[in-house]
């Protein structure tokens, strides 16, 4: 499928036309040249799913934590601690994941902010759709931990044990302060609302400051978001929700990264636009769609921000 190109900054009574790149995010193969990056990421998204299932499925240990609390004999607690590994286990191995695309993602900007940003998605339209298959994780997992409030109830009576020496009575002291430094991050992981769009937005801002790429990756994120807008309003795909969530997760980054923001009248993103879009197409998420605008962005509430686009999203 090619890429059928319009003028980017083209604009219609004063909003931005949004540029018609016709990628194919969901086929599209690595080229030679793309294919190590490619598999190397293609292998560190293999587990996502499995991911947000084990997520999707996570049992607090509420009741036992507040039995052992309330009723704090060496049975109760005992009971409660062996609940918490298994649950802190799998808080670990999210976290451990988020450290990973740490590594992954810069990878992927670099080959596609690096010079011509248009013609290296059209020419690198595999490693496009990984970059749109990360964004979308963050936001299916950041949905999902907002759900879990039992997540930061087990971590911390995980660390309120462990800061009374639990650990002590079965590893070194030594094991015990790794351990301790662990949990300190992990636990500033977990205080975000948002932990993994947190991670991807701090990597991208590191990625800007150090290679002094912001307009180029401003101008990548546009241009997805406006790829995802035309493959839903164009009805080119089946997985309808995914190209809305990437859209979203496009634009929340391009305001944080973007020092002018993705609200601005000079903004190459058509919100207005992207909001119709959501409200016709976005059935399924349309309100976790909304929500993520409103509270994810920067920019949203600054004075350079028009008031219809304000009242467009405080109105949903």
């Known amino acids: 499928m090619g890429i059928i190109l319009s003028h980017f900054s083209g604009r219609v009574n004063g909003d931005a036309t949004v540029p018609d790149l016709n990628l194919d995010l969901e086929n599209a193969t690595p080229t030679q040249e793309e294919s190590d990056l490619y598999g190397h990421v293609s292998e560190l998204l293999r587990p996502v799913n499995d991911l947000l299932d084990s997520l999707r499925?996570?049992?607090?240990?509420?009741?036992?934590?507040?039995?052992?609390?309330?009723?704090?004999?060496p049975d109760n607690e005992e009971e409660a601690w062996q609940a918490v590994q298994p649950a802190v286990a799998k808080l670990k191995q999210y976290f451990e994941y988020s450290a990973s695309l740490e590594d992954a993602y810069p990878k992927l900007l670099k080959i596609l902010c690096e010079g011509n940003v248009r013609k290296n998605i059209e020419q690198y339209q595999a490693l496009t759709k990984l970059l749109a298959e990360i964004l979308d994780?963050?936001?299916?997992f950041d949905y999902l931990k907002m759900k879990t409030p039992?997540?930061?109830n087990d971590f911390s009576y995980y660390r309120r044990t462990l800061s009374r020496g639990k650990l002590a009575n079965e590893t070194d002291l030594k094991t015990a302060m790794i351990e301790d430094e662990l949990a300190n991050r992990?636990?500033?992981f977990y205080a975000y609302p948002t932990p993994m769009l947190k991670t991807v937005t701090d990597v991208t801002a590191l990625f800007v400051s150090k290679n002094n790429l912001g307009r180029s990756v401003s101008e990548c994120l546009s241009l997805l978001a406006a790829a995802c807008y035309h493959a839903v309003t164009k009805k080119r795909t089946q997985r309808t929700d995914f190209f809305l969530r990437v859209m979203v997760v496009s634009i929340i980054l391009y305001d944080h990264i973007d020092p002018q923001g993705a609200f601005i009248k000079q903004s190459p993103i058509n919100i207005k636009s992207s909001v119709k879009a959501i409200q016709t197409h976005g059935i399924n998420e349309y309100s976790n769609l909304m929500s993520a605008l409103r509270f994810n962005t920067k920019h949203l509430n600054d004075e350079t921000t028009p008031k219809n686009i304000k009242q467009l999203l405080s109105s949903h």
Do not use: M, V, W
Not at 137 to 140: H, K, S, T, V
């Open 137 to 140: 994780f963050a936001f299916e």
């Open 186 to 188: 992990i636990s500033l």
């Open 57 to 73: 499925h996570y049992e607090g240990c509420g009741d036992l934590i507040r039995k052992a609390i309330s009723n704090p004999t």
């Open 150 to 152: 039992s997540i930061q």
